[in-house]
């Protein structure tokens, strides 16, 4: 029988262009066997989440570059909780500034993955935070 | 009376939340429903089935995406299953066709949900007739499967839709020939997508030209493989109905509403020729004969032990037995060990 598989979520939210890195990501994480919904660049708050919901998955990438993070994740979460998304784990990637990382965690954010990531960092995060039942 | 009151929980759950269905549809994937899709099966039925298939980038996704727009415009809920390819390495998946859907977001009547093939050949899942029971017994008014990009071979589609979409595009070049050869077997209607592209005209003209040499074989396959249909009447299936060719270009919607009309037809022609019921009952015997099939297997690997399988492989790999008497020297020895 198949066995159960990872689904992520990876999404380009606000305004910058540049989705290179989500690909990168998006590719790593199919060979490492996960299902991911590439949903592509522009993304709303409102967008990613209901695509989430449908979506079921187990964790929601985010990859942002244009440094509106501490806008739109806080939304983002919001929504999630308005919608019952509890057990979703929230991955970040892009350009984040140290001082901001203690912050997002603090709102619920599961990891932070900077410029030069090792996508091997990536998928080991994700299989530690998503419990398989 | 209350309806909610008679409804087993499951399919109050899914009518009443979408949370609800995004769960079980993932239970449906990962084959841990059972006992909800026994539940929630004589609840379906109300919804139209359609597939949408064709090669990659003939622009299923954006079709679809617009015929969901103008079922939209008709006060009709639409769910959609997009089925993608796994990885046959790692098992993985990149889903993309979300990505053509944009414009549905925020539609409490539209809900998208995102597969990948898991290793199932055709171009759709093993559970994504199980998916679409669902979203049909959640009440949509309309179930558009869109199957990942297809070639020669994938017509699994056909036992699942009510109506068969395939999708080409100008400018594939001759080896549309071969695809259409394959495909175009399965075809209730045949859109030109990106009509507007140089070519289109010559695309319709081909298929045209392929569909009336084709109709004489049509209905030999019936009997053949893909629908063995026991009792076709005579001057039955698709003696009435000839596929029509729809030309559009779904970025814009052009075409879309003379598309929702040729579906409206069709579906109106398998329910007056009684041809829906026949093909729904040669899909669903075919259904029940695979499932036995699962079944069986299961049940008689169990009853001869992972060991002894292995054992078996082992002497067939060395070449002193062949696998066919292999498989009869196993069910042999299940049909014994049952016996007291």
Not at chain 1, 50 to 73: F, K, P, R
Not at chain 2, 62 to 76: F, G, I, P, T
Request: glycine share 10%; no cysteine; aromatic share 2%.
């Amino acid at each position: 029988m198949a066995e159960r598989k990872i689904r992520v979520l990876i999404a380009k939210p606000g305004l910058d262009g540049h989705d290179r890195g989500a690909k990168v990501v998006a590719r790593a994480l199919r060979d490492a066997g996960m299902e991911v919904i590439y949903t592509g660049l522009r993304q709303t708050p409102e967008m990613i989440v209901e695509a989430a919901l449908q979506e079921d998955v187990d964790v929601i990438g985010l990859s942002i570059l244009s440094g509106a993070h501490m806008a739109l994740v806080p939304r983002i979460l919001e929504l999630m909780k308005a919608h019952n998304l509890n057990d979703v784990k929230v991955v970040l990637g892009g350009i984040v500034p140290d001082e901001d990382i203690p912050i997002l965690k603090q709102m619920g954010v599961s990891g932070i993955f900077g410029p030069g990531s090792d996508t091997q960092q990536i998928i080991e995060h994700i299989r530690k935070v998503v419990s398989l039942e | 009376m209350s309806e909610a009151a008679t409804l087993p929980p499951i399919v109050a759950a899914i009518r009443e939340s979408r949370r609800a269905l995004a769960r079980l549809l993932t239970r449906i994937e990962n084959n841990a429903a059972a006992a909800e899709l026994a539940a929630l099966y004589s609840f379906g039925g109300n919804a139209h089935l359609i597939g949408v298939t064709g090669a990659p980038g003939t622009g299923k996704s954006s079709l679809v995406n617009s015929m969901a727009k103008a079922y939209r415009a008709e006060s009709k809920t639409v769910g959609i299953l997009a089925v993608d390819p796994s990885s046959p390495f790692s098992g993985g998946a990149v889903l993309g066709d979300r990505i053509r859907m944009r414009d549905l977001h925020g539609d409490s009547g539209v809900f998208i949900r995102s597969m990948a093939t898991r290793g199932y050949p055709g171009g759709i899942a093993r559970t994504t007739i199980d998916m679409a029971r669902a979203l049909d017994a959640a009440g949509f008014d309309i179930v558009l499967i869109e199957t990942a990009g297809a070639g020669q071979s994938e017509v699994e589609i056909a036992s699942i839709a009510q109506t068969t979409i395939v999708v080409e595009a100008p400018g594939l070049g001759d080896d549309v020939q071969a695809i259409k050869a394959g495909i175009l077997e399965i075809a209730d209607i045949l859109v030109v997508n990106k009509a507007d592209r140089p070519g289109a005209e010559s695309t319709v003209r081909a298929l045209r030209a392929m569909l009336d040499l084709g109709r004489r074989a049509e209905r030999v396959m019936h009997h053949g493989e893909l629908m063995s249909i026991a009792a076709v009447p005579s001057g039955g299936e698709d003696s009435a109905w000839q596929t029509p060719i729809v030309q559009t270009i779904a970025t814009n919607g052009t075409g879309v509403a003379e598309l929702l009309t040729k579906i409206a037809e069709h579906r109106a022609y398998l329910q007056a020729s009684g041809t829906q019921r026949l093909r729904e009952r040669a899909s669903l015997s075919a259904e029940i004969a695979e499932r036995l099939r699962d079944l069986l297997l299961m049940r008689l690997i169990e009853q001869v032990g992972a060991a002894h399988l292995q054992a078996i492989v082992e002497r067939v790999v060395a070449r002193q037995i062949d696998p066919s008497s292999a498989a009869a020297q196993l069910l042999a020895e299940s049909l014994q060990e049952r016996r007291p």
